[in-house]
């Protein structure tokens, strides 16, 4: 258990329809990342967030969104869904402290499934 | 950009077989390099780092080492495991701490 948590775990839904994920950090981790997992597109980096900023950005379609709270979790917000949205979203955090990489912790991922 | 290239799978072996997985990337300045494995229905974990050209991450008896000139980082295990079925990635952080990562590995190892 890598401590971060993610939910719900399955979610299955329409096209055009709009879901939220929910990411809870490691306590004491500051940033937050979300990544997309495909079968065509592999896994993929999306967007960080650091401290309720956000802090870098990926390949993120602006149709999603995302947002870290003073919590410190986060979600991901996915609107007009499409077929090819379907996938596995992960969350990962890092404490981010200055200098050196900073481990990523994975949660176990969201199942989205659009039909 | 940076980019990572890892052998297609799935990479079939017996039990106490040698494993090697290749990965080779891109980059334009000096990232570290990782390894993730993902079990079954679970989340990746890191399997072992390098942060420098030279340097050996390992663990669990997997060992990768960071080759600049050649620019790899192959995985290897001396001895498999059943328990070491899984998907294993390979992946590269800039300075960003972003994770960039390879289209993984299936690992099949059987009894």
């Known amino acids: 258990d890598s401590g971060v948590t993610q939910t719900p775990k399955h979610l299955i839904t329409a096209t055009g329809q709009r879901v939220t994920l929910r990411c809870s950090p490691r306590?004491?981790?500051?940033?937050v990342y979300w990544y997309q997992q495909s079968l065509d597109q592999g896994l993929q980096f999306l967007i960080q967030?650091?401290?309720?900023?956000?802090?870098a950005k990926g390949n993120i379609l602006e149709r999603f969104s995302a947002q870290q709270f003073p919590d410190l979790h986060s979600e991901l917000n996915l609107s007009s869904l499409e077929l090819g949205d379907s996938a596995l979203y992960f969350c990962?955090?890092?404490?981010?402290?200055?200098?050196?990489?900073?481990?990523?912790?994975f949660g176990p991922g969201t199942r989205l499934t659009v039909l | 950009g940076d980019s990572v290239t890892q052998m297609e799978g799935p990479v079939t072996l017996s039990e106490e077989a040698f494993l090697t997985i290749n990965c080779t990337y891109t980059?334009?300045?000096?990232?570290?390099l990782f390894w993730y494995v993902q079990y079954p229905g679970e989340g990746l974990q890191l399997l072992l780092k390098?942060?420098?050209?030279?340097d050996k991450g390992s663990n669990k008896g997997f060992e990768a080492t960071y080759r600049k000139e050649t620019t790899s980082f192959h995985l290897e295990k001396g001895s498999v495991q059943v328990s070491d079925s899984a998907v294993y990635f390979c992946?590269?952080?800039?300075?960003?701490?972003?994770?960039?990562f390879g289209t993984g590995t299936r690992l099949q190892v059987f009894p």
């Open positions: 306590s004491g981790d500051l940033s």
């Open positions: 390098a942060t420098k050209a030279d």
């Open positions: 992946a590269l952080s800039d300075n960003t701490d972003k994770l960039i």
């Open positions: 980059a334009t300045g000096y990232p570290s």
């Open positions: 990962a955090s890092s404490i981010d402290q200055a200098g050196g990489y900073n481990e990523q912790f």
């Open positions: 967030y650091y401290n309720g900023e956000e802090r």
